[in-house]
C-alpha cells in the first residue's frame, strides 16, 4: 500500500463521546504522531465524563498527550447514552469549539457507529468542520458495528502495548465490562494489521470521507510549464 505522512500537522481535535473513546479508537496513532513529531497542539474533549470517571479520563489523557505541545482537556457532563436528547446544547458547544480551534486533523466517531452517542458526535463533527482532515474512528462493541475502513495507521507492537497498557490502568471503573478486555483491543489491532498488509503486524483504522490532493510549489511550477491544456497564441 501507499504511505500517507503526518509531517504537515501542527494541531489536533480529539472528539469523544465517553472517557476511553479515545484512547480505544485513535490512542496508538495519536502516540505514533507525537513520536514521530513532539510538540503538535492537541485538544481533547470529552463529552460525557461524570465526576466518577472525571479523574480517570484526565489522567489517561495527560498520559497519552506527554508529548504533545500545547495541551488542553475539555470535560464535559452529557448524561451518558442520551445525546440525541441533548443535540441543540451539544451543536451549540461544537459552534464554541470551532470558534477555537482551528486542527489540521480531527480523530472522532463514526457516523455509522450503533452507539447514539457516537452518532451524534460524528454528525456535529461534520457540521462544524468542513474543510479539515477527518478521521473517523472505531470502537468494538456488543452490537457488532465494525465495518471496512479505508484508511489504515501501522503501529509497532511496544506502541499498542503503551496503548493497552495505559487503558487497562487508566479506566479501573470499567473492569467489570465484558467488553473492557485488552484480548479484544489486541485482537481489533492485530486484524486491522492484517487488512492493510501492516510491516508490523498491528494497526488502527479509520473512516477517511473526504481527502484533499495538494502539489507542492515545485511541481505546481512544472506542471504549469508543460500543460497540454495550456493555449497557444
Request: aromatic residues 12%; glycine residues 4%.
Amino acid at each position: 500500500m501507499h504511505d500517507f505522512h503526518f509531517d504537515d500537522i501542527r494541531s489536533i481535535l480529539c472528539l469523544g463521546a465517553h472517557a476511553d473513546d479515545l484512547e480505544i479508537g485513535c490512542g496508538g496513532t495519536l502516540l505514533k504522531i507525537l513520536a514521530n513529531h513532539p510538540g503538535i497542539d492537541v485538544h481533547w474533549v470529552v463529552f460525557s465524563a461524570s465526576e466518577s470517571r472525571a479523574h480517570e479520563a484526565t489522567a489517561s489523557a495527560e498520559r497519552f498527550m506527554e508529548l504533545s505541545g500545547q495541551k488542553q482537556v475539555t470535560l464535559r457532563d452529557y448524561r451518558d447514552s442520551f445525546f440525541p436528547a441533548f443535540y441543540g446544547s451539544i451543536k451549540e458547544y461544537f459552534e464554541q469549539i470551532k470558534d477555537e480551534v482551528r486542527p489540521d486533523l480531527i480523530f472522532t466517531h463514526r457516523r455509522e457507529d450503533m452507539h447514539q452517542d457516537h452518532r451524534v458526535i460524528a454528525e456535529l463533527t461534520w457540521c462544524a468542520y468542513r474543510d479539515h482532515l477527518i478521521l473517523e474512528y472505531e470502537i468494538p462493541k456488543y452490537e457488532g458495528d465494525l465495518g471496512t475502513p479505508n484508511f489504515f495507521v501501522p503501529l509497532e507492537e511496544s506502541v499498542c502495548r503503551h496503548k493497552i497498557k495505559t487503558i487497562m490502568e487508566c479506566f479501573k471503573s470499567q473492569r467489570e465490562k465484558r467488553w473492557f478486555s485488552a484480548v479484544t483491543y489486541w485482537a481489533l489491532l492485530r486484524l486491522r494489521g492484517l487488512e492493510c498488509n501492516s510491516p508490523t503486524r498491528f494497526a488502527e483504522a479509520f473512516y477517511c470521507r473526504k481527502m484533499r490532493v495538494s502539489w507542492n510549489s515545485h511541481n505546481r511550477s512544472l506542471l504549469n510549464q508543460t500543460s497540454p491544456c495550456k493555449s497557444e497564441e
